[in-house]
């Protein structure tokens, strides 16, 4: 997985029921592509990966703890008519 697939990935590409992670964007982390998301690297680059139960186990743990934002390198992302 590249790293600008890993940092786009969103609660949404995680399936628990498959344990699988739908890579299907990309996140622009450098200065040669725009900050945000993208289309992956080329048609091909759009799949799905199948993860260890653990590991799976491991992200539906996490998620049960973060808060629903999403922080990138560059901004914090908050859901519509949140509060600070």
Known sequence: MRFG??????????DFKKNTI?????WGYMKRHPEGFGP???????????MNPTVM???????KTMPKIF??????????????
């Open 22 to 26: 739908r890579i299907n964007k990309t």
């Open 5 to 14: 697939e890993m940092v786009g990935l969103t609660r949404k590409d995680f």
């Open 57 to 63: 186990a491991h992200f539906k743990k996490l998620f």
């Open 71 to 84: 922080i990138s390198w560059f901004s914090i992302v908050l859901p519509q008519n949140t509060k600070l």
């Open 40 to 50: 992956t690297k080329n048609e091909q680059s759009v799949r799905t990966i199948t």
